[in-house]
């Protein structure tokens, strides 16, 4: 495995609807994509516009957004999922989001690709400074909080988010 992080591109369009796709009308953690999706190349244009929008350190970002780098998790030229790497956090991110999100398509699941990404995810935040790194996940979701505790996670606590519309959230800090 050859992992790498891509930031989206026109050149993988077709690799990335698939990739979309299976995920079919559910979330997409890490993919800068709001459900329900359809992975058009309009779709695919208007993302890498704001995606490279929000990661231009030189402009503020809009609203309560943060600066933010994109990726998608690349294997030989495929896109098997989704890493998303916020460099600050808001008041949603300090308690349900954190610095990054991820996903990995179903049909790759198991094969260490999540916790390849979350470790290339922590390189580019200690180069832009970070000491210790927020990395949520739901009180139920195994795969995930087996990946951030296979990257030194320590967890904080674990929230009850009903009121941000999620279950229990664990929070896990990741020193750099
Ligand atoms: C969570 C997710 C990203 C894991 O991706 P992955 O590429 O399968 O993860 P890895 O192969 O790197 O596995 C990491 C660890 O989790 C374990 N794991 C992964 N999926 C698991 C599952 N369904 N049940 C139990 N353990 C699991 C692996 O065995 C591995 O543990 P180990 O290092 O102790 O052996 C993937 O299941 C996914 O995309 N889920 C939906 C989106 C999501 O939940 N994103 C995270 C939001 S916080």
Redesign the pocket.
């Known amino acids: 495995m050859t992992i790498e992080l891509t930031r989206p591109t026109a050149d993988l369009f077709d690799s990335w609807a698939e990739a979309v796709a299976e995920f079919g009308d559910g979330h997409v ?1 890490g993919s800068g994509l709001q459900a329900p999706v359809t992975p058009d190349r309009e779709t695919l244009d208007e993302l890498i516009e704001r995606s490279t929008q929000l990661a231009d350190t030189t402009v503020t970002p809009p609203d309560d957004l943060v600066h933010n780098d994109l990726y998608w998790i690349v294997d030989d030229g495929e896109v098997v ?1 989704f890493l998303s790497f916020r460099h600050d956090l808001n008041d949603y991110l300090r308690e349900v989001g954190g610095h990054i ?4 398509r179903e049909s ?9 990404a979350l470790r290339l995810g922590l390189e580019r935040a200690r180069e832009i400074g970070l000491e210790r790194v927020l990395v ?3 009180d139920d ?4 909080y ?2 951030i505790e ?1 990257a030194a996670g320590v967890l904080q606590d674990v929230r009850d988010q009903s009121a941000r519309g999620h279950a229990m959230v664990r929070r896990y800090w990741i020193t750099l």
Do not use: L
């Open positions: 953690d999922g999100g991820y996903s990995v790759r699941r198991r094969r260490g690709y999540a916790s390849a949520t996940c739901d979701n195994v795969g995930s087996r990946t296979g």
